[in-house]
């Protein structure tokens, strides 16, 4: 599955519109093949939150002057301070040394609390960015793992057996899952769910390429693992069903 064509030479970059074309596709593939499946309305999702993505990106990478102006403010105040309190030292008089180790001490004490403000204001507007990162690429976590809900009853073998058999229900009981799907069915239902989850780690991807913070492209990679061992569970599925499928017709 090609998402982006790129000339020898061109700047490799994964792009957003590619990803939401072959999303599309694939929507459409899942819908005339399998109409009301609950599976199209998965990747009607996807296809949404995918194509807020650019959006998100940019209003994260966008600089947040609330705490930027609040750090100034903050910095401000500070000199303020320190400028009245030299003014207002009255030079004439001969301190005590332990006067001195006392006023020494009260602005060692005032200079490391600025700091520390200084430092919070300064990674706050890191730390609201990232949090935001992490919230958008939970969501995509999220659909990955629907996407892995609708083909966990999906088993290849139980599919086989009854083309085998020509048994009715293999035993199966009251609330045993139904499955209606045929061979060929299921080759494509398992298919799809693999194409879409291998979709959602190119989205995640993005982030990773637009936010490169550690904790957002560690965040990218999970997921991306994720979906690539769900993807390999399916492909797990469909090797056993052609296995099976060419056993019985030999």
């Known amino acids: 599955m090609v998402l982006c064509t790129m ?4 700047s490799q970059k994964l792009e957003i519109q590619p990803i939401l074309r072959t999303l599309e596709r694939l929507n459409i593939r899942i819908t005339e093949r399998f109409p009301g499946a609950h599976l199209a309305e998965v990747g009607e999702k996807l296809h949404a939150v995918a194509d807020d993505t650019n959006e998100k990106i940019e209003w994260i990478k966008r600089p947040l002057w609330w705490p930027r102006i609040l750090t100034g403010f903050l910095i401000f105040v500070g000199l303020l301070g320190l400028i009245y309190g030299i003014q207002h030292l009255d030079f ?21 609390l600025i700091g520390a403000a200084l430092f ?26 629907i996407v892995d809900m609708h083909q966990l009853t999906k088993d290849p073998t139980r599919v ?10 293999l035993g199966d009981t009251e609330h045993s899952p139904k499955r209606t799907l045929t061979a060929f ?42 979906c690539a061992n769900m993807s390999q569970k399916i492909w797990q599925k469909l090797m056993i069903l052609n296995i099976e499928l060419e056993g019985s017709s030999n």
């Open 92 to 112: 004439s008089i001969r301190p005590q040394f332990a006067d001195l180790m006392g006023v020494a001490e009260a602005s060692i004490n005032n200079i490391l």
């Open 160 to 169: 086989v057996a009854k083309l085998r058999a020509k048994l009715g229900d």
């Open 7 to 10: 000339p020898v030479g061109a």
């Open 185 to 226: 069915e299921l080759q494509r239902y398992l298919t799809y769910c693999s194409e879409m989850l291998s979709l959602i780690g190119k989205v995640a991807a993005l982030y990773a390429q637009s936010l490169p913070e550690d904790v957002v492209v560690r965040t990218a990679n999970e997921i991306e693992s994720l």
């Open 120 to 145: 919070f204001l300064v990674g706050l507007e890191k730390r609201v960015k990232q949090t935001l990162a992490i919230k958008y690429l939970n969501e995509l976590r999220a659909i990955a793992h």
